[in-house]
């Protein structure tokens, strides 16, 4: 995919509610290429429904294949399933909310809109739907109290030692830069923003992108809708009903922020969109630095946009994201070279902890269950 540069501005209206503008910038060789992954991502949101029912009716067609005897055993299985289609419906729906209007996100290009299911189906790639899933639990992960646990594993670390960084007794909050890259659904940023730092958030998904802009711009009233995340596989489910539970968001008004707050998004490869030198007092990074190719461009480029002075905040595993990737080219360095990396290009590693117990959209329900050691490190950029 070509070079795309996305900015977002967010900012609290007068009744308030916060506001999400977007202007994208295209390079002109690499339009179509734009245009088509935009509706990629588009269509992979509007297939959902046809999608995840297809399965269901894939279960039910092969229980009728079944001999009879057993298909008495599977009665309830067989009712449990109607209620997944129910629950599937309903994410649908939300669904909906979340695509709605998406192809005039962008004030300066112009979509054209998807039209029938059917039409949805073809050419569909199967990881785009997993995406599509995955992202229905981001919004439980950023912003559902069920989520509540894992950002105080994940945000909590990083959010206190900013804190002690930058206590607001010694400084004016407002006049304190902090970027987070890999912003996801936007929750750390706002959780910085919302604590008075001037804060901006950088993602590059559109995954998430339309799903951030539909919480910080759309959502309205406390716990006012509902997702169904676990619906969409029955394996190490103890209970029909842990499957089929339901989690409510937003867990707080994303518009409540305090007066002349400044969070901001910018949308883009984060190597292509932070080239200046010394802008920034402080970068957060929370499951971020294992997202690239060539994790030292990430490093070097943390390390040149810090000002003198500045401190990298950094908490997550190494869970490389293109090692296994079919024509990726990768490296995976452990975290004893990513530290000599660190140390190499400059930095001062003030605070170094092993072992944060973390874990990332899990279902606590589950019979598996994944857990991280983390790494927390907070590192400063020499005067």
Known sequence: MGSMYMEIYLYIMPHPRVHIRVILLIMDDADAQEREHFQRIVRAFKSYRHQILKKVTEKEGYIKTLPPHHQSFLESYKSHLDKQRVCIEHNAEIIKLIIKDVENMFENVQHDPLNTEDELGNNLLAPDIEKVQSTIRQIVRD??????????????????????????????????????PGAGLGRLAYELARRGYACQGNEFSLFMLFASNFVLNKCRGLNSLRV???????????????????????????????PRSQFTMAAGDFLEIYTED???????????????????????????????????VNLGPLLYHFADQPGELSIEPSYEEVKRIVLGIGFKITVEEMGHSTVYTHNARSMLNYEYQSIFFVAQKPF
Do not use: M
Request: hydrophobic content about 40%.
């Open 278 to 312: 010394g802008v920034w007092d402080c970068v957060a990074t929370c499951f971020f630095i294992d997202c690239a190719n060539n994790i030292v461009a990430f490093i070097e480029t943390i390390y040149k946009i810090l000002k003198p002075g500045g401190y990298w």
């Open 228 to 258: 169904y995340p676990w619906v969409h596989s029955g394996s190490n489910t103890l209970l029909n009903s842990d499957q089929l539970r339901a989690v409510t968001f937003p867990d707080v008004d994303p518009s409540d922020l305090p």
């Open 143 to 180: 912003w559902s109290s069920s989520g509540e646990h894992e950002r105080s594993q994940c945000y909590g670390p990083i959010i206190n030692q900013i804190e002690l960084l930058f206590p607001q007794d010694q400084v004016c909050a407002q006049d304190i830069n902090i970027l987070v």
